[in-house]
């Protein structure tokens, strides 16, 4: 639903920056929905790039990365190396989020997701 509102208002005018943020968080929320992980991290990390002082697309990328494993594990298995690559990229961008997150106030949330990574 809010993405139609988002296409419509397009057709009016060109979005702002906010706007597009909010699409690509949605757009990331949708693709973890149908099990399209990567895919999400990618919307997220795109976000992320809008406001980097804004937490929410980096818990939402651990989130789908975490999630992506657990999905991996009911039927699949998962290359050791092809996932250390990943969680390796998951803290480097963790590391990202908690110095542009944590610049005025400390975001424990930050520290907790990036310790998801640990297991």
Do not use: W
């Not at 690559?85 to 400390?106: G, H, S, Y």
């Amino acid at each position: 639903m809010a993405l139609q509102d988002i296409k419509r208002a397009k057709k009016i005018q060109k979005l702002d920056q906010a706007t597009i943020y909010n699409k690509l968080l949605g757009k990331g929320i949708l693709r973890m929905d149908h099990e399209d992980y990567l895919m999400a991290t990618k919307y997220f990390t795109r976000a992320s790039q809008k406001f980097p002082s804004n937490k929410d697309p980096y818990c939402l990328y651990i989130i789908s990365m975490v999630s992506s494993y657990s999905y991996s594990l009911s039927g699949m298995t998962i290359d050791l190396d092809e996932k250390r690559e990943k969680i390796t990229q998951a803290r480097v961008f963790m590391d990202q989020a908690i110095e542009n997150c944590n610049l005025k106030v400390k975001v424990p949330s930050l520290y907790f997701f990036r310790g998801l990574l640990n297991f």
